[in-house]
């Protein structure tokens, strides 16, 4: 079974950083791609972007480009996630998600991390 | 980018009704299109990928169809368990992105 275990709440002022962390098995990390997509309060899913963990590539839709950065640690099996000069608007709930190279699509999912920003 | 419309938005049943939710894709995106479901709280669940194939552990009361940009989700006999939101997501084109999800519940 995957696990996905993602970093606790966080709150941020505006203009901060958030890095939010996504643990998971070494087979996982290296033969899935780990993807991130967000869920403001009430509202649908944003895909934001994923990375290779075997090879480190990585790719971010356009909206958060520049904003947006995507790591691994190999040694420790976990994806993260930064976002830089946060906004009120980027109060979500951030999710990794494991996509199989093999087939399927998000297949396994982190049980996320509420990200609050706020003056 | 594709823009995916699904209707309806909320869509009220009874336990063992037969229900079907629609999701259009802006653009042909062959069968990239995935199903998943949400419950209060949760990260959403994978149901159905390559819009028909049922993902394992999926009740099979769950069916996807569709191509091009047409698709359906069916339950076929809604359980107590089905109640919950349900979003449908194209993965042929970056940025992937999701429709606005329909919510079932209950009539």
Known sequence: QVQLVQSGAEVKKPGASVKVSC????????????HWVRQAPGQSLEWMGWI???????KSSEKFQGRVTFTGDTSA???????RSLRPEDTAVYYCAAYSWGGGALDFWGQGTMVTVYS | DIQMTQSPSTLSASVGD???????????????????????????????????????GVPSRFSGSGSGT???LTISGLQPDDFATYYCQQYDIYPWTFGQGTKVDIK
Do not use: D, H
Request: aromatic share 14%.
């Open chain 1, 23 to 34: 643990k998971t098995s070494r087979y996982t990390f290296t033969s899935y791609a780990i």
């Open chain 2, 70 to 72: 047409e698709f359906s």
């Open chain 1, 52 to 58: 290779n963990g075997g090879n480190g590539n990585s």
């Open chain 1, 77 to 83: 099996n976990t994806a993260y996630m930064e976002l």
């Open chain 2, 18 to 56: 037969r229900v079907t939710i629609t999701c259009r894709a802006s653009q042909s995106i062959s069968n990239w299109l995935a199903w998943y479901q949400q419950k209060p709280g949760n990260a959403p669940n994978l149901l159905i990928y390559q819009a028909s194939s049922l993902e394992r």
